[in-house]
């Protein structure tokens, strides 16, 4: 119940295509579900993040959409770029103080040029 | 600039050695954790702090050890006890109001055996 399920494992997308990264949880209790970049030989960084009380949230390029019906959540980048190359982990929070964050498994982003 | 900084880049350890992963940050985060990340993997947490001379258990800390004598420091002992200490390490933290949220990571850490 604490799991959060992100797919696909690796997408390849042609340059200005729209890349999509599907989550999902099972966690009734999560309120804070956050996206993090991570290049080669880096730590991942924190892209953008969205609240359960919004379906969408958009900043330039990256939109999280977000379905509290089916506890799912997905990340969409408009125009993919060659540097968007990337993994992506989606996670996910509880509202309680004490709660951990709990990472996706990633997925490896090629954007051909 | 204000970020976090762990060193060595890589290490490489030897049978029956313990070795420390160091983690320093000068953004005056009260947070910090450390994750393991295996390919293929997300990020499992090994060892949190919420404040100086304190820390918590993460999901696998069996095998490791931390510290936390000061703010801005947050070192990880990898011990003997870690059978398959190979992965890359990472240290992060977060501010006083983005509870068990971290903010900023390092560029990690990556260990082997030799």
């Known amino acids: 119940q604490q799991q959060v399920k992100q797919s696909p494992q690796s997408l390849i997308v042609q340059k200005g295509g729209i890349s999509i990264i599907n989550c999902a949880y099972e966690?009734?209790?999560?309120?804070?579900f956050p996206w993090y970049q991570q290049f080669p030989g880096k730590g991942p960084a924190l892209l953008i993040a969205i609240r359960p009380d919004v379906s969408e949230k958009k900043e330039g390029r990256f939109t999280i959409s977000f379905n509290k019906s089916a506890k799912q959540f997905s990340l969409h980048i408009m125009d993919s770029q060659p540097g968007d190359s990337a993994t992506y982990f989606c996670a996910a929070r509880g509202y309680s103080s004490a709660s951990k964050i709990i990472f996706g498994s990633g997925t490896r982003l090629s954007i051909r040029p | 600039d204000g970020g976090i900084t762990q060193s060595p880049k890589y290490l490489f350890r030897k049978e029956g050695q313990n070795v420390t992963l160091s983690c320093e940050q000068n953004l005056n985060h009260d947070a910090m954790y450390w994750y393991r990340q295996d390919p293929g993997q997300g990020l499992r947490l090994i060892y949190y702090s919420q404040i100086v001379n304190d820390f918590q258990k993460g999901d696998i800390a069996e095998g490791y050890s931390v510290s936390r004598e000061k703010k801005e420091s947050f070192p990880l002992t990898v011990t003997s006890a870690q059978k398959n200490p190979t992965a890359f390490y990472l240290c992060a933290s977060s501010g006083r109001d983005s509870s068990n949220q971290p903010q900023h990571f390092g560029d990690g850490t990556r260990l082997s055996i030799l």
């Open positions: 966690n009734t209790a999560f309120d804070y």
